[in-house]
């Protein structure tokens, strides 16, 4: 009650979301399950993270999925009375085809994770499943990211459905329920397959919606890198499909960057004693925040390198957080097997 309260949800329905929210958050109400329940779809492709936390703040794009979410609820308490059953809980389609490191870009992350854990806490059991389609290689550590926000319960219904996944979403949705592009029969009146009248596809949001030209970010680490010299931060990576993450700024002018691969274990190698991983390179941190991802294909020592060589009179401060993001291994089995 207190979260309903201060979220205003019995007035939310008369709210409206900002016109760049409204055109670039990739989700829609779209159909019925075969129970009556409405389904709601994510297509992760079109979320352009960055682009929307640039344009508005952490706390629109919050209260955005508290209000599909009573709207989804209002649905539910119509279909219970054209039903004459109750219906109380809501199907979820995520289409995971075109997730990329980018979608790792950690103040977005931080922002899903915050929904989730608002969602567990406040419309506990509200989801029926959690239907997960076109699952890449990268979608283990994108969910081991999300799931210690979320209860066992909730995890036991993720499903996530292999290449013949259009034949499985039909045991869950009649086929003039669900999209042409899902798999059923269902179009736009103007006979569009993707029902775009109903769910948003997203896209790259056009920079003239940006507010500010970077989010604000705590760093876990702050060094001072000499005149002509570099700081190695060591990273171990103890098997591939890992994912090496990094958010840095620096004060007092550019700095260089670049990602190396050790061939000797134990101590200090040049970067010309490496292998170049990501190609060193100077960045303009010092007016905006740099962050980055990679997934590592091998195991070793990855070193992110932070390069002040080519000042000889200024020294560099820097801020940064580095972080190793581990697979989900139940999820990483059930892909390797499609």
Request: charged fraction near 25%.
């Amino acid at each position: 009650m207190k979260f309903r309260k201060q979220q205003d949800l019995d007035n939310i329905l008369a709210w409206q979301p900002s016109e760049v929210v409204r055109l670039y958050e990739p989700s829609g109400f779209c159909g019925h399950d075969r129970e009556g329940s409405p389904v709601w779809y994510h297509i992760i492709r079109g979320l352009d993270l960055k682009g929307l936390l640039l344009s508005v703040s952490k706390q629109e794009l919050l209260r955005f999925n508290f209000w599909s979410l009573e709207l989804l609820l209002r649905d539910c308490e119509q279909q219970s009375q054209k039903l004459g059953k109750k219906v109380e809980k809501i199907s979820t389609v995520f289409d995971f085809e075109g997730l990329s490191l980018r979608h790792l870009w950690k103040p977005g992350v931080e922002l899903i994770q915050e929904f989730f854990s608002a969602l567990e806490a406040n419309y506990p059991e509200i989801l029926k499943n959690l239907i997960v389609v076109k699952a890449p290689k990268l979608f283990p550590v994108a969910f081991n990211l999300i799931k210690p926000y979320i209860t066992e319960e909730t995890r036991r219904k993720v499903l996530i459905l292999g290449g013949n996944w259009k034949q499985e979403l039909l045991k869950f949705i009649s086929p003039d329920q669900l999209p042409v592009e899902f798999g059923g029969t269902m179009t736009d009146p103007d006979g569009n397959p993707k029902c775009l009248t109903k769910i948003n596809y997203g896209g790259d949001v056009p920079q003239h919606y940006f507010l500010r030209n970077h989010v604000r970010v705590q760093y876990d680490h702050q060094a001072t890198v000499g005149r002509g010299s570099s700081l190695q931060v060591d990273n171990e990576i103890l098997f591939p499909g890992c994912v090496l993450r990094w958010q840095f700024a620096s004060d007092g002018g550019d700095i260089g960057f670049g990602v190396f691969l050790k061939t000797k274990m134990g101590e200090r190698q040049r970067a010309a004693e490496m292998t170049e991983v990501l190609a060193s390179q100077r960045y303009n941190a010092h007016m905006v925040p740099e962050d980055g991802s990679l997934t590592c294909t091998e195991a070793g020592v990855y070193v992110l390198r932070f390069d002040n060589t080519y000042s000889l009179i200024h020294p560099k401060h820097i801020s940064y957080t580095v972080e190793v993001l581990l697979p989900d291994q139940t999820s990483l089995e059930k892909i390797e097997k499609f």
